[in-house]
């Protein structure tokens, strides 16, 4: 099983903006679902922006016009390029991919093909202090 390394969290004040990238050494993404999650501490994770083919899926509501999800070239790293941070955009932010089919909601409830696993990050922890 394929695990990815995110990177490029941190803490940082509201308005500013981060840059997150996921990939792993010799590991090219398919093209099946992919994209970036977030969870708080005591809450179920969410869907932030997915890439499905060659098209975004889409993005939670809460980040839509200040989140953009991109794809280098080679298709070995994803980004989430994160602007007008809030503090409420606090939380650790996982990449995944090989999700299969997905769909996500505009709370960011994310419907995927199911009895697939995927390939998942540990994590980046992403602070936004007001």
């Known amino acids: 099983q394929v695990r990815l390394v995110e990177s490029g969290g941190g803490s940082v004040q509201s308005g500013e903006s981060l840059r997150l990238s996921c990939g792993v050494s010799g590991y090219t993404f398919t093209k099946t679902c992919r994209g970036w999650f977030r969870q708080v501490p005591g809450e179920e994770r969410k869907g932030v922006a997915l890439i499905e083919g060659d098209s975004v899926v889409g993005y939670a509501d809460a980040v839509k016009d200040r989140f953009t999800i991109s794809e280098d070239s080679t298709r070995s790293t994803l980004y989430l390029q994160m602007n007008h941070l809030k503090p409420e955009d606090t939380a650790m932010y996982y990449c995944?991919?090989?999700?299969?089919?997905?769909?996500?909601?505009?709370?960011?409830?994310?419907?995927?093909?199911?009895?697939?696993?995927?390939?998942w990050g540990q994590g980046t922890q992403v602070t936004v202090g007001s």
């Open positions: 995944a991919a090989e999700l299969g089919s997905c769909l996500i909601k505009p709370d960011g409830t994310v419907y995927r093909s199911t009895g697939i696993v995927g390939a």
